[in-house]
């Protein structure tokens, strides 16, 4: 399933197409069919993507798009080799390197602990001028149009929906 509710951006539903959470919600499901009600898990996986592009090697943790703000916290946009770090209502929420991924484990513990935003650099290439400027990316809403189903509960062992309707031109 590459669309599910995440409960560490407030159940919205997210995709992540990519094979890492795949195998991750394989071990979920597998566990979950296996186990008593009391005994399942959530699925609750920091999200993760790479890709290498035009020999830029690029990968996230955490959904950049569930962000109000970013900073460059590392490296240098010119020199094509940085860090930049999301954040929303004041939290860690993502970071995307751009030829520098040595320390995105860092950045998903600060999203595991919700650790507030602008995040500290834990290295010594921090940009002198790093300051959080908004991001543009669209709204939630807009990013779940054409949704069939709205997640109105948060307890995976309860299946509460409501019909989302569509209308059609």
């Keep these: 399933m590459a669309r599910c509710p995440n409960p560490i951006y407030e159940y919205r539903l ?16 597998a566990h979950n069919m296996l186990s008593a009600q009391a005994d399942r898990w959530p699925h609750l996986s920091i999200p993760t993507f790479w890709s290498i592009q035009f020999g830029v090697n690029i990968k996230t943790v955490g959904v950049p798009t569930f962000a ?14 940085f860090v930049a770090a999301y954040g929303y ?16 484990d860092h950045y998903r513990q ?14 010594p290439d921090q940009p002198a001028d790093a300051k959080p400027v908004p991001v543009d990316f669209p709204g939630p809403t807009l990013l779940a149009q054409g949704a069939t189903v709205v997640v109105t509960g948060h307890d ?14």
Excluded: M, Y
């Design 68 to 81: 109000d703000e970013v900073v460059v916290t590392q490296g240098s946009v010119p020199d094509h080799r």
């Design 110 to 123: 600060l999203i595991e602990t919700a650790a507030p935003f602008p995040p500290p650099c834990p290295t």
């Design 156 to 169: 995976p062992g309860e299946r509460r929906v409501t019909a989302a309707w569509q209308h059609h031109r």
């Design 14 to 29: 997210i995709s992540l197409e990519h094979w890492v959470n795949a195998v991750e919600q394989a071990k979920v499901a």
């Design 89 to 104: 209502q004041g939290r860690v929420t993502a970071a995307v390197s751009f030829n520098n991924a040595k320390w995105l």
